[in-house]
């Protein structure tokens, strides 16, 4: 496991943009995949974004949020950025961000995943 600390969240206006880090003092974040999800209250967790470890060549992302939200990772600073773009009201949620060995868990079974992040507060105003 790995200790996660996102930030970068904050108000936004509809149309703005905002960029969430995910960062760990762990050297060896190069090997988790990294995903991103954000829930809102009363509803379930809902997956954003993955990025697969190491190269971060292979990405992964909601049909909610394709074309407007971008994840990489810069593996020299050990963090994870989500790039988000063109935001809604609909995208106003706590975001939380996960890592794991294993990319199938991220993206398939998070249940399996043993790191998370505190979360982080995204509000868009209409």
């Known amino acids: 496991q790995v200790q996660l600390v996102e930030s970068g969240g904050g108000l936004v206006q509809t149309g703005g943009s905002l960029r969430l880090s995910c960062a760990t003092s762990?050297?060896?974040?190069?090997?988790?995949?990294v995903g991103w999800f954000r829930q809102v209250p009363g509803k379930e967790r809902e997956f954003v974004a993955a990025?697969?470890?190491?190269?971060?060549?292979?990405?992964r992302y909601a049909d909610s949020v394709k074309g407007r939200f971008t994840i990489y990772r810069d593996n020299a600073k050990n963090t994870v950025y989500l790039q988000m773009n063109s935001l809604q009201p609909e995208d106003t949620a706590v975001y939380y961000c996960?890592?794991?060995?294993?990319?199938?868990?991220?993206?398939?079974?998070?249940?399996?995943?043993?790191?998370w992040g505190q979360g982080t507060q995204v509000t868009v105003s209409s």
């Open positions: 996960a890592a794991d060995i294993s990319f199938h868990n991220i993206v398939e079974d998070t249940r399996a995943v043993g790191s």
């Open positions: 762990e050297r060896t974040f190069t090997d988790y995949a």
């Open positions: 990025i697969i470890r190491r190269s971060g060549g292979s990405t």
